[in-house]
């Protein structure tokens, strides 16, 4: 909160790119060495975890048209573009003061995206991003729009692998860590 706008801007591009490495279906030795300039030939380190354990993939064709539309339409009918955070709340049917206000609960694509619940719907939509079909103008409050790729996308409708978004673990799903009663104090100490 005491930092300048242009702190802040620094920030969230770097929260972005963070949570981009962090969903990344890619090579993580690939996206390391790209983000520092150097480009590798190789794909496939064998060392990852994307490269040991591929993440689950699905046919994301008509999701991927689903939220395209939708952000086609919210600009079409307003004239501006929006955040994911509303993209999603448009595709899931939510009943909010800005949805009203702008109308946006009488666009064709208000409440069709049943399947997915708004954190599945935001997995989806920054992976639209990351494959160059909507750009998020950091600029304008990190508004979406569709890239001439997504525009050939939602005119050609070719199949679009995306990976499953993750499911929410409860607390009693999730793996205990073990604990060991025998450590060396030494070592503790130095760490």
Known sequence: ????ETEKEVAREQL?????YAENDDCRRASLLEYFGEITETKNCQSCDN???PKETFDGTIPAQK?????????????????VNHVVEVLTGANTEKIRKWKHDSLSTYNIG?????????HLV?????????????????TLLLT?????????????????PPKKRSPQTQRAIPQSEEFDPKLFENL
């Open 16 to 20: 972005r790119l963070i949570i981009h």
């Open 126 to 142: 920054r992976q639209l991003i990351r494959k160059k079909l909507v750009s998020q103008n950091q600029q304008q409050f990190s």
């Open 148 to 164: 001439p790729d997504g525009n050939a996308f939602l005119k050609a409708k070719p199949d679009l692998p995306l990976t499953t």
């Open 67 to 83: 939220i395209l539309s939708c952000i086609f339409r919210i600009y079409q009918q307003s004239g501006f573009s929006v955040g």
């Open 1 to 4: 909160e005491k930092t300048s």
């Open 51 to 53: 490269c040991l354990e």
């Open 114 to 122: 049943q399947e997915f619940g708004r954190d599945e719907w935001a």
